[in-house]
């Protein structure tokens, strides 16, 4: 015997809780299937332990910071086991507190691995669950390269695992996650080396963006080895890197493998649903998050499309607002979101990069830019710098990308997001008065 809802989410992530808590705001009947802890990657393996890490290393730099501003700071050593039980115990609650959520939305939760029989019916162990409406939402997961001794390493899940803070490290990727890992280990005191496959990282980015965090990145004493292509990883007491030209690295006591993200689908067995899915692997969607097959859609990471959390709880509700809330055109703008590297120091970005704008409208385009030490740093022995790129296009100069690395670039990018989302030109930048001194003045001040 069946049970029957109107809407089942399969993965218990940000985006599927969102989406199923927003079904039930509209009267659905709704069930989540989870195997895991609740929450998904973003708050047991990503943002939140992620942040805490940087919030950590960021208190690293200000204690070094503060000598500057005349405190005799002492820095006795730093306790890396107790902050991981304080960050566990976080993420504990946090877990909870979903679960409570959902309770409260009147969702139901089944605990287990979801395996589909058709585009309408699922399998949970000994539990048979069929709706009208079926949403794919089991995140991504990180990617290991295949390569000899590859699982000798460990990826951005490994590294939340570690008890003790590894000595040195090698950090193999060029995205989201080196970039951020490799700034939290090495201002907690790791020796820290970054492999690039190519020749900077954060390519996906304004060129601008990569090329800054690789100049701070060098100048605080992380090593970056650039068209370092890996061949191969050996154990012999200390971990060796051998790379694809016959270089080697040896001497490392961890390898984290940072090389991406690749849709969660294990065991799912989408194909039953006949579900079409991309060379990469991922569920292929419309902007209506719509699959190919009539009643299944998908969210989140699983369907390869900016894989933020916000994303994917803007995308869950937008899709239930559209099936059960009367909202027939309801559906996620993938245009302007803007997101942030939680690097050392902070990226935020929003729009096209300058070579994304060049291409689309040629030499419509003029671009601003700022290079400056800012105030904080006035006084300190470090001496990281700000760099603004504003991209504009067109007579009227509407705004099109906006890009800062720097102090603060993490805070000031959402306000700066939704002006451009709303059409803000460079006229309207500049007609705004400044907030003195301040990092973010400078994005209505440039000329």
């Not at 605990?111 to 585009?119: D, H, K, V």
């Not at 949403?135 to 990826?155: E, K, M, N, W």
């Not at 820290?192 to 100048?219: N, P, Q, S």
């Not at 294990?266 to 998050?289: E, N």
Request: proline content about 4%.
């Amino acid at each position: 015997m069946s049970q029957q809802f109107d809407l089942i989410v399969i993965g218990g992530g940000s985006g599927g809780l969102a989406c199923a808590r927003r079904a039930a705001q509209h009267g659905a009947r709704a069930v989540v299937i989870e195997s895991h802890r609740l929450g998904g990657t973003c708050v047991n393996v990503g943002c939140i332990p992620k942040k805490i890490m940087w919030n950590a290393a960021s208190l690293a730099e200000g204690m070094e910071d503060a000598r500057g501003y005349g405190f005799d700071v002492e820095v006795r050593g730093h306790d890396w086991g107790l902050l991981k039980r304080h960050r566990d115990a976080y993420v504990l609650k946090l877990n909870g507190i979903y679960q409570r959520n959902l309770e409260q939305s009147k969702v139901a939760l089944v605990r287990g691995r979801a395996q589909f029989e058709s585009a309408q019916r699922v399998r949970v162990a000994d539990q048979v669950l069929e709706a009208p409406h079926i949403v794919i939402a089991t995140g991504g997961r990180p990617l290991l390269p295949d390569l000899p001794g590859a699982a000798l390493g460990i990826t951005s899940d490994g590294f939340f695992e570690l008890e003790t803070r590894p000595q040195r490290v090698a950090v193999v990727g060029t995205g989201y996650v080196a970039a951020e890992l490799c700034g939290v280990l090495h201002a907690l005191g790791s020796q820290t080396t970054v492999f690039a496959r190519r020749d900077r990282i954060l390519r996906e980015f304004d060129a601008m963006l990569g090329e800054a965090l690789v100049e701070e990145m060098r100048t605080s004493g992380i090593e970056v080895i650039n068209e370092a292509v890996p061949a191969a990883l050996e154990q012999g007491g200390d971990l060796t890197l051998r790379l694809q030209d016959g270089r080697h690295f040896a001497g490392f006591n961890c390898v984290l493998w940072a090389i991406g993200r690749g849709p969660n689908l294990a065991g799912l067995d989408v194909a039953r649903a006949g579900v079409a899915l991309d060379p990469s692997g991922a569920v292929i969607t419309d902007l209506y998050q719509n699959t190919n097959i009539a009643g299944v859609y998908a969210i989140g990471d699983v369907t390869g499309r900016e894989a933020l959390t916000p994303v994917a709880i803007a995308a869950g509700r937008r899709l239930s607002d559209r099936l059960f809330g009367g909202q027939p055109d309801r559906h996620l703008d993938y245009q302007w979101i803007p997101t942030v590297v939680f690097s050392h120091p902070p990226i935020g970005t929003v729009g096209l990069s300058e070579a994304q704008a060049r291409s689309r409208f040629g030499a419509d385009v003029k671009v601003f830019t700022s290079d400056f030490v800012p105030l904080y740093h006035a006084l300190t022995a470090r001496r990281p710098r700000v760099r603004i790129k504003l991209i504009t296009s067109g007579i009227e100069q509407r705004i099109v990308g906006c890009h800062v690395i720097g102090l603060g670039a993490d805070e000031l990018l959402q306000g700066f997001a939704v002006a451009l989302r709303m059409g803000a030109t460079k006229q309207d930048f500049d007609d705004t008065v400044a907030i003195h001194p301040t990092v973010a003045e400078e994005l209505v001040t440039l000329k």
